[in-house]
Nanobody, 124 residues
């Protein structure tokens, strides 16, 4: 069992930066692959980034590649999403998720555990 709590969201101007954190409880955190998703107003939940459980492989959506960086610290049971050069279209509720497979890592249903989400709002 893994419980996830996101933090770090807020309001930022376009071009600014935010760092989201996702703190996990449970001794098996380090064995889970971690994903970041977001859901904007009136939109479906979409994939943002994914980290393998070792942290050696990271995948990004094309829309955030080069601007966002996902990383994890298994010793701290925490995964991070550094978001730079934010755009108004990045406005969404951001969720972290844990899953036991990286197959179809862009698919939300492949993740077993989810956080409650944190709001990110980017003003123009």
């Amino acid at each position: 069992q893994v419980q996830l709590v996101e933090s770090g969201g807020g309001l930022v101007q376009a071009g600014g930066s935010l760092r989201l954190s996702c703190a996990a409880s449970g001794r098996t955190f380090s064995t889970y692959h971690m994903g970041w998703f977001r859901q904007g107003p009136g939109k479906e939940r979409e994939f943002v980034a994914a980290d393998s459980w070792t942290g050696t492989s990271t995948y990004y959506a094309d829309s955030v590649k080069g601007r966002f960086t996902s990383s994890r610290d298994n010793a701290k049971n925490t995964v991070y999403l550094q978001m730079n050069k934010l755009k108004p279209e990045d406005t969404a509720v951001y969720y972290c998720a844990a899953g036991d497979t990286l197959l179809l890592y862009t698919t939300p249903t492949k993740y077993q555990y989810w956080g409650q989400g944190t709001q990110v709002t980017v003003s123009s």
